[in-house]
Structure formats: C-alpha cells, structure tokens
Nanobody, 123 residues
Framework: QVQLTQSGGGSVQSGESMRLTCTAA????????MGWIRQAEGEEREFVAA????????RYGTVADGRFLIFRDNTKNTMDLWMYNLTPEDTATYYC????????????????WGRGTQVTFSP
C-alpha cells in the first residue's frame, strides 16, 4: 500500500506561480513512478506530468506546455509540481498518482491516488 498526501493549491492570479507537493508513505514507495493528473469539472482526466522512480526521467503532458516542472526527492518521499504562467484553463482538481507501470501514468491511470487539491485561476 502507498498513501499519498497532497498539499498546496488554492487560488492563483495571472503571473503567479504555484507549487503542489505530494508526500508518499509505504514500505516500497520508491519503487513507484509518480505523477500528476488533473480533472476539470465536467471534463476528462488529463495527464500533467510524471517522474520515474529514479527521478531522472520526466514526461509532460500537452497541458504543461513548457510551463510546469516536476521534481522528486526520494530521501524525503516527496514530489513537487511547480506551475508557472497559469491560465484559466489550468483550473482543475490536481491528483497525485503513483504506479509501477510508467505508461499507465501517462494514460491518466494509476494504482494509488491522492485525495486531490483544487487549483483555481482567479483573474
């Protein structure tokens, strides 16, 4: 079992940046690839970013558009998503996710999920 606890999120205005943090707990958490998947109200899930278990390989979804950065610290069992130049289209619930299948995350699927944190663009 892997438990994912999220922090960060809230309202953001034009030009501001935001950091989301996911803290993982479990016996073999460092065996898992981790990532972020978001879902806007009434929309399908969207892949945002993923980082492999080593922390050296990263993938970004089209929604990131060069504006998001994902990091992982296996010594602290944490993963961060830094988001810059947010727009109204980034308003969504962001979920931390973990999976042993690298492709699974990029398909917006996961074995374990955080509870989600709301990010709202406020003009």
């Amino acid at each position: 079992q892997v438990q994912l606890t999220q922090s960060g999120g809230g309202s953001v205005q034009s030009g501001e940046s935001m950091r989301l943090t996911c803290t993982a707990a479990g016996a073999t958490v460092n065996d898992y690839h981790m990532g972020w998947i978001r879902q806007a109200e009434g929309e399908e899930r969207e892949f945002v970013a993923a980082i492999d278990w080593t922390g050296f390989v990263r993938r970004y979804g089209t929604v990131a558009d060069g504006r998001f950065l994902i990091f992982r610290d296996n010594t602290k069992n944490t993963m961060d998503l830094w988001m810059y130049n947010l727009t109204p289209e980034d308003t969504a619930t962001y979920y931390c996710a973990a999976a042993k299948d690298w492709k699974e995350l990029q398909e917006s699927r996961a074995e374990y999920w955080g509870r989600g944190t709301q990010v709202t663009f406020s003009p």
